[in-house]
């Protein structure tokens, strides 16, 4: 019994980072790791540029798993552009 719950319990961890990767780590890390840098470099130069880079990929990657999981809409969806004009013909 304790051997069935310990498979089935590495299985559910498995199963669950395979969604979780395909739902937005790597949109997560990039967008993580564009800000890191740019926020970094603004505060402390290239160093800091280089550990907000690492920072924030590794933060932004577990923020895009997890918003790919629950189903939220990353921030990068336009929602808020206006509409297109209509061409008269």
Request: charged share 10%; no cysteine; net charge positive.
């Amino acid at each position: 019994m304790k051997m069935l719950w310990i498979a089935s319990s590495v299985l559910a961890a498995l199963v669950m980072t395979v969604a979780a990767s395909a739902q937005g780590v790597v949109s997560g890390a990039q967008q993580g790791a564009s800000q890191g840098v740019k926020e970094g470099n603004k505060a402390a130069g290239p160093v800091g540029g280089v550990v907000g880079g690492a920072v924030g990929t590794g933060v932004g990657a577990v923020t895009g798993g997890v918003q790919g999981v629950l189903g939220t809409p990353s921030k990068s969806s336009n929602s808020k552009s206006k509409p297109k004009k209509q061409q008269i013909q």
